[in-house]
């Protein structure tokens, strides 16, 4: 059974994952920007999420349970504006620049994030409600908490609901078109611009998602978002470059690290198993599992 | 009256007013500590407990942010004894608990010969000779004495299993702890190191539970301590979790149910939400007002230690050679517990094991581990 409970961890866990680097690659897809703020805009949402309760505890009778699933709209709102934010500042002015000239600005961008937060809320890891109540169900001897199953169900209808924008809708080749070749898109009469922010504000706002979803399971700081940005990368160089289903891999890739090998080994040694396996993946598809054709992209 | 006398006139006036300001210039404490990145919980307590015993000293304090890395820490030093002021009136400073930090600050503490009074708990900082490093809070050797000691001789444990942090703290004071578990004939049955970015606990837990051990001994920072304890009881691990002095910060508590809670102990330095002294309510209370959240012992320690100083400079101390000679040679009691030199800078010399009962997140102290190094 201690299997099947791993299993279960360590979906939910890549779950996550996945809901932080496909957010990550819209943004990559629609503008070949690798926002290096997307790992702050993870910790902004649960941030976002810890703020709305204390409000709302506030308004409502004392002891009155307010469950995350009334929190995640006013949460998506916030962090789409947290990506329009980073578009404008930190992509927009600088967007025919070097790649590189990104890496800073949306660096800096995510270090004024980080201060922010520490400067509002403090240090000290805080914890946001659970999506729909705290517990457990058994099954079969495997204890799922209401969390993780939670976790599961929601990063897997926003990830569908993702792939069917970008694969079925007009909206979705605009963003491919965008990616691929912007001044083609702008003769053929796509706002690029617009393109921009909106890729920003949705994949930050999936962010934002991520991040109320981990700080009731595994709690959030403001210094979090170096880890998970560090986390998004690796899952979109496993999985491909501009592939969502290769971030939904690689993220998952990982977990299985993080939960599985480590449960045989040490999490020390797993760690760096992981990271031998991207240099296996790199050496043996430098695409990634599922990468496009190598393009100029960072 | 010809021009030259007029000049010496006006520039000895202006001497006499640079000198006169010079001497009106009030002693200066920089505060250099972590307020940013992993160890702003525990840096922004030191912080706060620097402030609280300066304000209303008369002494100058700045508080520089010092965040993860040598170099700032580094620069944040040479600013504040170089820029601009009379670096005779530094006396002291309130360095970072890092101890990576303190590790680079030491040398240049002494080539400045200015001493340096911290909260680290890096075992290696009062151990390169320096006569200006003073630690106002018990290191790996005291805290991981009381640790073991108590798993051993108070709850009985026989097979006990360790898991600490991958950190330079974490490696610290598993050494200790291991250490001490041989001395006690209990060695770990068990030991595993984590990165501060592990989420899921249950592997660790798994292993643990395979390895038959009778006692679990954490030693980690606030947030992975909170995961493996929820986690535990999740998974119905029922055996006793004795933690590292994170688990004594209330904002470590605040992140679990009284429910968690129960039955979990932890060491420390001390415990100001626990103590019922009527001093250090006071504090605590004072502490409250000023910053709006609970303190801790990393809070307590370095407001013992500024009080040391200013005891210092009431008995007469007005330069650096002053200070550190009082601090290396004088005794002083403090609200967590009686402080002096052990001759390499190690002042605190006792610990306390606190237990949370379930009914609330403020623990009781159960155990007091006094003088643990012969030193009083």
């Given at each position: 059974?201690?299997?099947?409970?791993?299993a279960l961890n360590?979906?939910a866990?890549?779950?996550?994952?996945a809901?932080?680097?496909?957010g990550f690659?819209l943004?990559?897809?629609?503008?070949t920007?690798?926002?290096?703020?997307?790992g702050?805009?993870?910790?902004?949402?649960?941030?976002?999420?810890v703020?709305?309760?204390?409000a709302l505890?506030?308004l409502?009778?004392?002891?009155?349970?307010?469950?995350?699933?009334?929190?995640?709209?006013?949460v998506l709102?916030?962090?789409?504006l947290?990506?329009?934010?980073?578009?404008a500042?930190?992509y927009l002015?600088i967007r025919?620049?070097?790649?590189?000239?990104?890496?800073v600005?949306?660096?800096?961008?995510?270090?004024?994030?980080?201060?922010?937060?520490?400067?509002?809320?403090?240090?000290?890891p805080?914890a946001a409600?659970?999506l729909?109540g705290?517990?457990?169900?058994?099954?079969?001897?495997?204890?799922a908490s209401?969390?993780?199953?939670a976790i599961i169900?929601t990063a897997?209808?926003l990830?569908?609901?993702?792939?069917f924008v970008?694969q079925?809708?007009?909206?979705?080749?605009?963003?491919?078109a965008?990616?691929q070749?912007?001044e083609?898109?702008r003769?053929?009469?796509?706002r690029?611009?617009?393109?921009t922010l909106?890729a920003?504000?949705?994949g930050?706002?999936?962010?934002?998602?991520a991040?109320?979803?981990?700080a009731?399971?595994?709690f959030?700081t403001?210094?979090?978002?170096?880890?998970l940005?560090?986390?998004?990368?690796?899952a979109?160089?496993?999985g491909g470059?501009g592939?969502?289903?290769?971030a939904?891999i690689?993220?998952?890739l990982?977990?299985?690290?993080e939960?599985?090998?480590?449960?045989?080994?040490?999490?020390?040694?797993?760690?760096?198993l992981?990271?031998?396996?991207?240099?296996?993946?790199?050496?043996v598809?430098?695409d990634?599992i599922f990468?496009?054709?190598?393009?100029?992209?960072a | 009256?010809?021009?030259l006398?007029?000049i010496?006139i006006?520039?000895?006036?202006?001497l006499?007013?640079?000198?006169?300001?010079?001497?009106?210039?009030?002693?200066?404490i920089?505060?250099l500590v972590?307020?940013?990145?992993?160890l702003?919980l525990e840096g922004?307590s030191?912080?706060n407990?620097?402030?609280?015993?300066?304000?209303?000293?008369g002494?100058a304090?700045d508080?520089d942010?010092?965040?993860?890395s040598?170099?700032?820490?580094?620069?944040?030093?040479?600013?504040?004894?170089?820029?601009?002021?009379?670096?005779?009136d530094?006396?002291a400073?309130?360095a970072?608990?890092?101890g990576?930090?303190?590790l680079?600050?030491?040398p240049?503490?002494d080539?400045f010969s200015?001493?340096m009074?911290t909260?680290?708990g890096?075992a290696?900082?009062?151990?390169?000779?320096s006569?200006?490093?003073?630690r106002?809070?018990?290191?790996?050797?005291v805290?991981k004495?009381?640790?073991?000691?108590?798993?051993?001789e108070?709850?009985g444990a026989?097979r006990?299993?360790?898991?600490f942090?991958?950190t330079?703290?974490g490696q610290?004071?598993?050494?200790?702890l291991d250490?001490?578990?041989a001395a006690l004939g209990r060695?770990a049955?068990?030991?595993?190191?984590?990165?501060?970015s592990?989420k899921?606990?249950?592997?660790?837990?798994?292993?643990?539970r395979?390895?038959?051990?009778d006692?679990?001994?954490?030693?980690?920072?606030?947030g992975?301590t909170?995961?493996?304890v929820?986690?535990?009881?999740?998974?119905g691990?029922d055996?006793?979790?004795?933690?590292?002095s994170a688990?004594?910060q209330?904002?470590?508590?605040?992140?679990?149910?009284?429910?968690?809670?129960?039955g979990?102990?932890a060491?420390?330095?001390a415990?100001?939400?626990s103590?019922?002294?009527?001093a250090?309510?006071?504090?605590?209370d004072a502490y409250?007002?000023?910053?709006?959240r609970?303190?801790?012992?990393f809070?307590l320690g370095?407001?013992?230690?500024?009080?040391?100083?200013?005891?210092a400079?009431r008995?007469?101390a007005?330069s650096?050679a002053?200070?550190?000679?009082?601090?290396a040679?004088?005794?002083?009691?403090?609200?967590a517990m009686?402080?002096?030199?052990?001759g390499?800078?190690n002042m605190?010399?006792?610990?306390?094991?606190?237990?949370y009962?379930?009914?609330s997140?403020?623990?009781?102290?159960v155990?007091r581990?006094?003088?643990?190094?012969?030193?009083?």
């Amino acid at each position: 059974m201690l299997g099947a409970q791993l299993a279960l961890n360590a979906v939910a866990l890549g779950a996550a994952y996945a809901l932080v680097a496909i957010g990550f690659v819209l943004v990559l897809n629609a503008t070949t920007a690798v926002n290096f703020a997307h790992g702050e805009s993870v910790v902004a949402g649960g941030f976002a999420a810890v703020a709305m309760t204390a409000a709302l505890a506030m308004l409502l009778p004392a002891g009155s349970a307010i469950p995350g699933i009334v929190l995640l709209p006013g949460v998506l709102v916030l962090t789409a504006l947290l990506g329009l934010a980073i578009a404008a500042l930190a992509y927009l002015p600088i967007r025919n620049r070097p790649p590189v000239s990104v890496f800073v600005t949306t660096i800096a961008f995510g270090i004024i994030v980080t201060n922010g937060l520490n400067a509002a809320f403090g240090a000290a890891p805080r914890a946001a409600p659970a999506l729909l109540g705290t517990g457990t169900i058994d099954f079969l001897g495997v204890t799922a908490s209401r969390q993780s199953l939670a976790i599961i169900a929601t990063a897997a209808l926003l990830i569908g609901a993702l792939a069917f924008v970008l694969q079925r809708t007009q909206l979705g080749r605009q963003f491919r078109a965008c990616a691929q070749d912007p001044e083609m898109a702008r003769a053929l009469g796509i706002r690029l611009t617009r393109i921009t922010l909106l890729a920003f504000a949705l994949g930050t706002a999936f962010a934002g998602a991520a991040g109320l979803l981990l700080a009731h399971q595994f709690f959030v700081t403001p210094s979090d978002g170096a880890g998970l940005i560090l986390k998004a990368y690796i899952a979109v160089v496993i999985g491909g470059w501009g592939s969502l289903r290769g971030a939904t891999i690689g993220a998952m890739l990982i977990a299985v690290f993080e939960v599985g090998v480590a449960s045989v080994s040490s999490q020390p040694l797993a760690e760096g198993l992981l990271y031998v396996a991207v240099l296996l993946v790199l050496l043996v598809r430098p695409d990634g599992i599922f990468g496009e054709p190598q393009r100029l992209r960072a | 009256m010809s021009a030259l006398p007029r000049i010496l006139i006006v520039a000895s006036a202006l001497l006499a007013t640079l000198t006169a300001s010079a001497a009106a210039e009030p002693l200066r404490i920089p505060v250099l500590v972590p307020i940013t990145g992993f160890l702003a919980l525990e840096g922004t307590s030191q912080r706060n407990g620097a402030e609280l015993a300066l304000r209303g000293s008369g002494i100058a304090f700045d508080v520089d942010d010092t965040a993860t890395s040598p170099e700032i820490a580094v620069n944040a030093f040479e600013r504040a004894l170089t820029s601009g002021r009379n670096r005779e009136d530094v006396i002291a400073v309130v360095a970072p608990m890092l101890g990576t930090q303190m590790l680079a600050l030491v040398p240049l503490a002494d080539e400045f010969s200015v001493p340096m009074i911290t909260v680290s708990g890096t075992a290696r900082i009062t151990e390169l000779g320096s006569p200006n490093v003073f630690r106002f809070f018990p290191g790996d050797v005291v805290v991981k004495a009381a640790h073991a000691r108590y798993a051993v001789e108070e709850r009985g444990a026989k097979r006990p299993a360790v898991i600490f942090q991958t950190t330079a703290y974490g490696q610290s004071g598993r050494a200790e702890l291991d250490r001490n578990l041989a001395a006690l004939g209990r060695p770990a049955v068990f030991a595993e190191g984590l990165d501060v970015s592990v989420k899921d606990m249950l592997p660790v837990l798994s292993k643990v539970r395979d390895s038959g051990a009778d006692a679990l001994l954490l030693h980690l920072h606030s947030g992975p301590t909170a995961l493996i304890v929820r986690q535990a009881r999740a998974m119905g691990l029922d055996i006793p979790i004795i933690a590292g002095s994170a688990m004594h910060q209330p904002e470590t508590a605040a992140l679990l149910t009284p429910a968690e809670l129960a039955g979990v102990c932890a060491e420390s330095g001390a415990s100001p939400i626990s103590e019922t002294d009527p001093a250090t309510r006071a504090f605590a209370d004072a502490y409250r007002a000023a910053f709006d959240r609970e303190p801790d012992a990393f809070a307590l320690g370095q407001y013992d230690g500024v009080q040391m100083l200013r005891a210092a400079i009431r008995a007469g101390a007005n330069s650096a050679a002053d200070i550190r000679a009082y601090l290396a040679a004088r005794r002083y009691r403090g609200l967590a517990m009686t402080y002096a030199s052990d001759g390499k800078g190690n002042m605190a010399h006792s610990a306390v094991i606190l237990c949370y009962s379930g009914d609330s997140r403020v623990p009781a102290i159960v155990k007091r581990y006094e003088n643990l190094t012969g030193i009083l």
